[in-house]
């Protein structure tokens, strides 16, 4: 049946094109031969498309809210990362992973986060068009996005697959590209911030002109960027040390902050001068001289009198470290032997970026308009981190010839209390050890400072090309089918990158290192300060990651006016559209063995995704001039999918919606949207992994006596435990149980219904003024995510929650038949699934005000007020739909659950005051107040939640950053802005152990501090 139905669907389709084309070429031969043009449309009211819709907003008037930011503010703000911007903006909140700040591996994107929701799950446009792709998770990277030719930025909330297909779960970013620009413009910008001098440079050069008689015309941008990058050394102050939440003395609180950490006094009660528990240093346990623990050995009196004789009586759980030398050992303390992470990281990141980008269109006659785009993008960034460490189990010789006798004792004493056969694995090696046979076990924690910092280099070329043809048909008839205009394109666009990391170390290569070779002396000598240049070069290995995207579109589409009503025409628009997407992801066979420490495992990637789609819109006028109201009208919108993919298969997605004028000030306005999203090629063919995590096997004797009910018993029996067998610990001998995660062919689209509603003022008492006023509220269900959220929920969900054996999340467990252990080759798949659900709603608020005073020193002046902002009433995040009960509540919170903060309150106003060719303009940036969720989320679940008096940083407050700028324009051809980002050189706020990096949330508030900005622009 559904073949049939795809069948129709898609005949209709054809029908839809057929009569297209039997529209287009009458009136091209037409026009070829007689050169008459089509039918006038209604001019009286200006037609411009809005992002949100394909039709005509008759007057700017659309059903959903769009926020516009013009290229005046792109100037004004000195932003040379057009992200930056955005992300200033109430709809975007901050991303760990994107932008200026993003000093992760794999990192050098910008990405838009969208309401919150991630960015693979908004829309980026080009003129209406999807534009490059960055990799397996297909969102786009606005580094490719040209900013010289940037007219406007067009953001629309929620649910617009209907218009624009999938991925467009919390809306469209549609950035409108100038493609009549004529002459040659050159500007040339350099800013830096203050503390650490750190340069960046932009120099954009456009040229366009039009010919034949201005039928056509030709727009070609060069942009170059250079920025600089500086670590947190650099910067000092409250970037330095890492700081993590504890208790210090008030005396020694500004020890720790210049980087002095002092240990807390025994039995103290310890408050900060603001007399609340205070910051401690928050360094890695991973040391320079190593720290050692001894491992799964019972103690005896002989390695108690081993470990005395060796100055190590009474050794605790953080085990022992050395002097430099390497002979004096001693117990390793907290914060004193601690390793600063800090220093080598950066801050901002490095970027150095090359865009070419052409545009041109031509007018063949009346009816034929041909138009082509070509882009292409080398982004190259940089990041550095930390030197790498390496932890873990390790063999080595009890007569390690650069260990003291007594320490070579302690582990003679190790050796022989092993018990059966010990196994010690470390990256790819696995091996033994028994009793007395001269190898005994280490937990090692060396940082190796002698390789040099980590660090990373992405060099991403972008390249898309578009041809299309538009252009008017007439109409069919006075009637009906009026005022046709049609639109026909194919876009290709493919983006490689390569990025190359240096400073991780082999864990196979660690081990072989540790132990002696024909009674040679190892060649690692990892305690104290004693590795060798040789010795570090023998473990230390640099790795090449590649990978490439590309996706096709091929989209036509025909719109114009069906027939009249009594309040107006009915405006149509339809089509049809076939994507694909293809991406993989190749990786250094180093990383892909699992042998690394310092860098991220990984796995290759390599799939496609296509997708036939036909859709279509209509607006349908319902009052005009009417004493009813001044006009109304509704709207509706649908899209058929069909994917090539088994968990999607055909979906629809569409909309509903309205407005209504009672008089001409007054605009009400409303939209219901039903979206999805199918998955990207990484959530798909993502490599499958197989770890070892801890976790507890609700069928063995570690589950918790009170849970070893009937009710599991007989899931455990139905899911292939022998009855004998259940509740036993062979059933799990050991903690570890090994899952399977990655990508899941089989996995289905999220879906999402969006709401919208709202007001739009422009009373004609108030000139100038504008306000609108618009709710909003998102629901996603069936948010991709691995299985259950992870090993254990998956095996509580499947024998303590849903106990049904058919459930999905018990088909992912594989055990074996005679045992009843959790078994290759399955394990416990945690591949991903349609796993959570978010939601949110709030408010957006948006206001302009423009009026004129004669009073200026040029004659008079223009004052522009603008205020964009949002309140956020809900972020709700439910990790596993199948447990509804459990929710994270995270507006208003940060924290380690709800990640980057989610303010209530957060927005942008400016002023600007223009008098002849003076330019003076005042921006404010705030964002609200927020809550760690460790106190937050079990005080809203009804929990037992901690004393705020107990929290180092329990709450940010309210921030607020002021922008100045200035502008002159000293005659036609040269114009002059100079402006300062953070006036007043407000640090972030530091929040401890919550932060991601830098003590701070880089990704949310401003860590460049006071940054100062020229730019000139000549015109020819």
């Known amino acids: 049946m559904r073949t049939n139905h795809k069948r129709r669907v898609f005949m209709g389709c054809e029908t839809a094109i057929a009569l297209a084309t039997a529209f287009i070429v009458p009136a091209l031969a037409q026009a070829q031969t007689t050169g008459s043009t089509p039918a006038a449309a209604d001019t009286a009211v200006a037609e411009v498309v809005v992002t949100g819709s394909r039709l005509a907003a008759r007057g700017f008037r659309a059903p959903t809210p769009v926020t516009v930011i013009g290229s005046e503010e792109i100037g004004l703000s000195g932003t040379q990362n057009v992200e930056t911007l955005l992300n200033d903006t109430p709809q975007f909140l901050g991303s760990q992973n994107n932008g200026p700040t993003a000093n992760t591996v794999p990192g050098g994107t910008a990405t838009l986060n969208l309401r919150g929701f991630g960015a693979q799950r908004n829309l980026v446009l080009v003129n209406g068009r999807r534009f490059t792709i960055t990799g397996p998770d297909q969102t786009t990277d606005i580094n490719t996005v040209p900013a010289a030719l940037i007219k406007r930025v067009e953001t629309v909330t929620g649910g617009s697959s209907a218009v624009y297909g999938s991925d467009a779960i919390t809306g469209v970013v549609n950035f409108i590209m100038k493609d009549d620009f004529e002459g040659v413009e050159l500007t040339g910008e350099a800013r830096q911030d203050t503390h650490t001098k750190t340069k960046t440079y932009t120099a954009d050069l456009t040229f366009g002109t039009n010919f034949a008689d201005h039928r056509g015309n030709v727009v070609v941008a060069l942009n170059y960027l250079d920025r600089g990058g500086y670590s947190r050394a650099d910067r000092g102050g409250w970037a330095m040390p890492t700081l993590a939440d504890g208790c210090v003395t008030a005396a020694s609180y500004s020890a720790t902050r210049a980087g002095t950490p002092l240990a807390i006094p025994a039995g103290q009660t310890c408050l900060s001068a603001g007399g609340r528990p205070g910051l401690i240093f928050g360094g890695s346990g991973t040391i320079p001289n190593g720290r050692f623990v001894p491992v799964g050995s019972p103690s005896s009196p002989g390695l108690t009198a081993a470990l005395a004789a060796a100055g190590l009586s009474g050794l605790g759980s953080r085990g022992f470290t050395f002097d430099d030398a390497g002979k004096a050992a001693r117990p390793a303390t907290t914060p004193g032997d601690d390793y600063d992470l800090a220093p080598a990281n950066y801050i901002v990141i490095p970027q150095r970026r090359w865009l070419a980008n052409m545009a041109a ?11 082509a785009e070509a882009n292409y993008s080398n982004n190259r960034v940089s990041m550095q981190l930390a030197p790498s460490g390496f932890s873990g189990n390790f063999l080595v010789n009890v007569n390690n010839p650069y260990l003291t006798p007594q320490l070579q004792d302690v582990l003679r004493q190790l050796d022989q209390l092993e018990v059966g056969t010990v196994r010690a694995t470390n990256g790819t090696s696995s091996l033994t050890t028994t009793a007395g046979d001269g190898l005994a076990i280490l937990n090692v924690n060396r940082r190796v400072p002698e390789i040099g910092a980590r660090t990373n280099t992405t060099d991403r070329s972008a390249f898309r090309t578009a041809l299309g043809v538009r252009g008017d048909l007439g109409s069919v008839s006075e ?8 639109d026909a394109y194919y876009t290709y666009t493919r983006t490689t990158d390569t990025s190359t990391s240096g400073g991780a170390i082999s864990l196979s290569k660690v081990q072989a290192g540790l132990l ?7 060649v690692l000598n990892i305690f104290g300060a004693n590795l060798s240049p040789q010795a570090a070069a023998s473990i230390a290995v640099a790795s090449t990651n590649y990978t490439e995207s590309s996706q096709q579109v091929l989209a036509a589409s025909l719109a114009g006016e069906l027939f009249d009503t009594w309040a107006g ?39 496609s995704e296509s997708v036939k789609e036909v859709y279509g819109e209509v607006r349908v006028p319902v009052l005009k001039d009417s004493p009813l109201g001044e006009r109304a009208s509704v709207n509706g919108a649908f899209r058929y999918s069909d994917y090539d993919l088994s968990g999607v298969g055909g979906v629809w997605t569409y909309s509903v919606g309205g407005e209504y004028a009672p008089i001409s000030d007054i605009t009400l306005r409303g939209q219901f949207q039903h979206a999805i999203r199918a998955p990207n090629v990484g959530e798909l063919f993502g490599g499958n992994t197989i770890s070892g995590p801890s976790a507890v096997d609700p069928c063995s004797s570690r589950q918790p006596t009170a849970q070893q009910t009937a009710a599991v018993r007989a899931v455990c029996v139905a899911t292939g435990v022998p009855a004998a067998s259940v509740f036993t610990l062979s059933v799990q001998p050991n903690t570890f149980i090994s899952q399977v995660s990655g990508g899941n062919p089989n996995v289905g689209p999220e879906k999402s219904n ?17 306000m609108s006023v618009d709710y909003f509220k998102i629901n996603l269900d069936g948010a991709i995510a691995p299985l259950g959220g992870g090993i254990s929920n998956t095996l509580s969900l499947c024998y303590n929650t849903i106990q049904d054996a058919s459930s999905v999340f018990c ?25 959570g659900g978010l939601k949110t709603s709030g408010v957006d608020f948006d206001a302009n005000y423009r009026f004129n005073l004669a009073w200026g020193p040029f004659g008079g002046s223009r004052f522009d007020i603008g205020s964009n902002f949002t309140y956020t009433d809900e972020f709700t995040a439910t990790p596993v739909q199948a447990l509804p009960a459990t929710k994270n509540y995270c507006i208003g919170a940060f924290g380690p659950t709800c990640g980057q903060p989610i303010p209530r309150w957060k927005g942008v106003s400016r002023v600007t005051w223009r008098s002849g060719p003076a330019t003076l303009s005042l921006r404010h940036r705030h964002i609200g107040e927020v809550t760690v969720d460790t106190y937050l989320l079990p005080k809203r679940l009804g929990a037992a939640f901690p004393d705020k008096a107990t929290l180092t940083t329990p709450v940010i407050k309210a921030q607020n950053y002021f922008d100045l700028t200035a502008g002159y324009e000293v005659n036609k051809a040269v114009s002059l802005t100079a402006g300062v980002r953070n006036l007043f050189d407000k640090n972030p706020p ?9 003590n701070t949330f880089a990704a949310t508030y401003d860590v460049e501090g006071r940054v100062v900005y020229a730019s000139v622009t000549a015109r020819f």
């Not at 002696?516 to 190892?522: H, I």
């Not at 088909?811 to 349609?834: E, F, H, M, S």
């Open 811 to 835: 088909k992912a467990i594989t055990r074996d038949p005679l045992t009843g252990q959790i078994a290759a080759p399955g394990y416990v798949t945690t591949t991903n699934g349609n796993t």
């Open 479 to 486: 009637s009906y089918l009026r005022n046709l205009k049609y």
């Open 754 to 770: 969006t709401t919208t509603f709202g007001v739009v003022l422009q009373p004609r008492f108030v000139p100038g003024l504008a």
């Open 569 to 607: 025409p009915i405006d149509f628009s339809a089509g049809a559209e076939y994507r694909k997407a293809s991406a993989r992801f190749v990786p250094d066979s180093f990383l892909a063995s699992g042998d690394v420490s310092g860098f991220n495992a990984a796995k290759s990637t390599q799939g």
């Open 990 to 998: 530091i929040v401890g152990s919550s932060a991601p990096s830098d």
């Open 361 to 371: 269109h031509y007018d063949f006659n009346a009816h034929v308009t041909g138009y």
């Open 516 to 522: 002696s070779v024909n009674g040679a002396p190892p």
